[in-house]
């Protein structure tokens, strides 16, 4: 079955550019031309993955990423914000809000099916791996201090409390335990994680660091979960497991 994409965008030339190239690479599009209707839209829970962009009559991207995060049908689902504007605050205020990329127009049409492919990646089982893991009944959960994560459940509890996580928030945590002890770089996590080239964006790693960080309860201090290694990325320390 084709993935179904929403796309909210108000510019009809970016609508019918996206529609045509995402419709040759067999998605099924859906547009909507203002916020209000992309949220009413989005809001439905129907869709694999969306294309918002930041400025919109009505409502803007922001907020319809807010509250697509903040309900249950919608908090997996991938966002992929598109804007005009080039800030940072922009950028890492989308990233704060549960967006899990951002491209800035004008873009290339054949990045931007890359990435959607990406984030689509991440959110698909692959059956494979599943199975294999059922059969070897190898680590579905990991252990650290007072967390338990189920990597089949994609489920984080602390001290027995369920987290709500975003996605690229689990597996960076996934991906941190996994290697405890070992220093992982921005840019290995940006690769594994975001699955594609992402030079010069690793401001995206640290702001979703900084989200988990906060959802974990994982305060400044000596004794910190979460390092990090100044100009060079971040690890969890094996000598706190037990």
Partial sequence: ????????EDEM?????????????????????????GLHQAMKGDFDLVLLDLMLPGIDGLEIC???????????????MLTAKSEEFDKVLGLELGA??????????KELIARIRAALRRVEPNEDEEIEA??????VMLTYQDITLNKEKYEVRKNGEKLVLTL????LLKMLIENKGRVLTRDSLLDKIWGY???GETRTVDVHIRHLRQKIHD????????????????????????
Avoid: C, W
């Fill in 1 to 8: 079955m084709n993935q179904r994409i929403l796309v909210i």
């Fill in 13 to 37: 030339h970016i609508q019918e550019l996206i529609k045509y190239n995402l419709e040759k690479n067999n998605f099924v599009v859906t547009l909507a031309d203002n916020g209000i209707e």
């Fill in 66 to 80: 807010k509250r697509m995060r903040g309900d249950k049908k919608t908090r997996k689902t991938p966002i992929i």
């Fill in 100 to 109: 899990d990329d951002y491209m800035t127009k004008p873009f290339s049409v």
């Fill in 134 to 139: 059922v059969n070897e009944n190898t680590d």
């Fill in 168 to 171: 690229k928030e689990f597996e």
């Fill in 197 to 199: 080239d992402y030079a």
């Fill in 219 to 242: 305060e400044d201090g000596s004794n910190q979960m979460i390092e990090t290694i100044r100009g060079v990325g971040y690890k969890i320390n094996d000598e706190g497991d037990r």
